[in-house]
């Protein structure tokens, strides 16, 4: 996944913004994304030819950079990654693939969506019903099984890249994983099966 917080430095500025135009489809922010980058290349051309001053040039680039931030922070806090895979609200799934690490599929904006450090993944199934239904977006942060509260709500992948949304119930060496819906038996794995977690923190639409 790409981590805009890495990416993004004020000596950095044409990667970061060639970096947003290549994973993002919003015309707005892809609009500004290329003016800011025809005035980053536009201002080093004059600087090399002796057009700009040293001082008129650091107070442009101070702009440029300025204009730079304000869309690092609308990525970080408005537009959240989401993953081509389903939590699976139900009992068995076809093989998929662990949510660490995966390819991003498109970048959904909701404002104030506090997307830093967290993932998009659509439910699939009835098993969550009501809270959750087919289709819904979940925003997810992961987990260490240690900070697993048993009220939360979880999704886990495990070592067959199977990914359940559950809630969860521990039990010595296994995690039992609980559907809302009672139609819905619970079902059990063993930790050693399991690869990762990842806290349900809210849903999209």
């Known amino acids: 996944m790409q981590h805009w917080e890495n990416l993004y430095t ?7 913004l ?10 707005e922010l892809i609009d500004d994304v290329i003016k800011l980058l025809h005035r980053y290349n536009q201002l080093d051309r004059d ?14 680039r101070s702009e440029i950079s300025s204009s730079v931030f304000k869309i690092f922070k609308s990525i970080t ?5 989401i993953l081509p895979v389903n939590a699976i609200a139900g009992t068995e799934s ?7 690490g995966h390819e ?31 289709g819904d977006i979940l925003v997810c942060e992961k987990l260490l099984l240690g900070n697993i509260n ?7 992948v495990d ?3 199977n990914i359940y949304i559950k809630q969860i119930k521990k039990n010595v060496n296994k995690l039992v994983l609980i559907s809302i819906n009672p139609k819905y038996e619970p079902f059990e794995i063993p930790l050693a099966d399991i690869k990762e977690y990842w806290k349900v923190v809210n849903k999209l639409r």
């Open 10 to 16: 004020d000596k950095t500025l044409d990667i970061f």
């Open 47 to 60: 600087k090399n030819n002796g057009i700009l001053s040293n001082q008129d040039y650091m107070t442009l």
């Open 94 to 100: 076809g093989h998929q693939y662990a949510v660490e």
């Open 159 to 161: 070592t067959d890249n």
């Open 104 to 134: 991003i599929e498109e970048w959904k904006y909701k404002e104030g969506i506090a997307s830093k450090n967290r993932i998009g993944i659509r439910v699939q199934g009835q098993s969550m019903e009501p809270l959750y239904v087919d």
């Open 18 to 27: 060639r970096a947003v135009k290549d994973s993002f489809d919003s015309d």
């Open 150 to 156: 048993e009220r939360q709500k979880v999704v886990v």
């Open 77 to 81: 806090n408005n537009y959240l990654p």
